[in-house]
């Protein structure tokens, strides 16, 4: 067996959460992520058969049944991820039609998953549905995104139009757009299921006064699409109390839209 601290997804993980971190997006124990795995990429570190210890997850997911996920820990620090891998992040593969998760390594402490496990869990469901080659779901608390959830008007169409003219790259990173739901409480079911709803229609889904999700591909692309919006919502806060003198319009959108051959959200220029 290789040293799983030498294993590329433990090595990315490790960057990301500290890039997160670095970035202010993830203060405490702020923030989570979860990275489908396949088990050819974990077999050369461990082996998959030797269970630590099972871990119900008060929900089920029967599509991810089998499946393999690298997870930050519940409670647990993004600072502190690089200094001790194995104490905050967490391997396991669920079973039992999602009832359960077998803990194959990590969470030395004997801690738990990420409290939002269903978010996560039902996001790559409804994902893998729309895109099956989607892999990550990541978490976080972008401090000018969220300002802006006091400020902005929640409807998801408006809010997409505002970030879309901050910048002309927003419409080329998040054609579909970024679904907003209203604030609940974190950390249950209903606010998991109501996520992955918001997640087959947008890899982005703003929490209003909490924070944001972004599902995509890999760590890189949904690091990234979480950095564009939040470097539009930035860009608003600057403006917003200010004389309006341009704007990128809507025929402007549609022709980065064309050039690029990509389809923005269905009516939502005008
Ligand atoms: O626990 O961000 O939403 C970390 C969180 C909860
Ligand atoms: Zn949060």
Redesign the pocket.
């Known amino acids: 067996m290789n040293d799983i601290l030498s294993a590329p997804f433990l090595t990315e993980m490790v960057r990301t959460t500290a890039n997160m971190y670095a970035h202010g997006w993830d203060e405490r ?4 992520i979860s990275w489908m795995l396949d088990e050819s990429e974990l077999s050369p570190y461990l082996d998959v058969n030797a269970v630590v210890r099972d871990l119900p997850t008060g929900f089920e997911a029967p599509s991810l049944d089998g499946r393999y996920f690298l997870v930050t820990g ?2 647990k620090y993004f600072k502190n991820v690089a200094h001790d891998p194995a104490k905050n992040l967490g391997l396991l593969r669920l079973a039992d039609g999602g009832r359960n998760a077998r803990l194959l390594w990590g969470l030395t402490d004997g801690g738990k998953v ?3 496990f269903p978010a996560h869990m039902m996001s790559h469901a409804a994902r893998l549905a729309v895109d099956p080659l989607s892999r990550v779901v990541l ?3 972008p401090s000018n995104l969220l300002a802006m959830t006091y400020v902005h008007d929640l409807d998801e169409r408006a809010f997409t139009r505002t970030l879309w003219q901050m910048c002309t790259e927003c419409i080329m990173v998040f054609p579909d757009g970024v679904n907003v739901l209203p604030w609940m409480l ?2 249950t079911n209903e606010i998991g299921q109501a996520t992955a709803e918001k997640m087959k229609t947008a890899r982005l889904v703003v929490w209003a006064q ?2 944001i999700y972004g599902a995509g591909r890999d760590l890189d692309e949904t690091f990234g699409l979480i950095e564009t919006a939040e470097k539009a919502a930035e860009i608003y806060l600057k403006i917003a109390h200010l004389p309006r003198l341009a704007t990128i319009t809507d025929d402007q959108l549609r022709q980065i839209a064309d050039h690029l051959r990509l389809i923005p959200r269905d009516g939502w220029l005008d």
């Open positions: 124990n702020g923030g989570n519940t409670g990420t409290s939002e978490h976080c608390h974190c950390g909490h924070g």
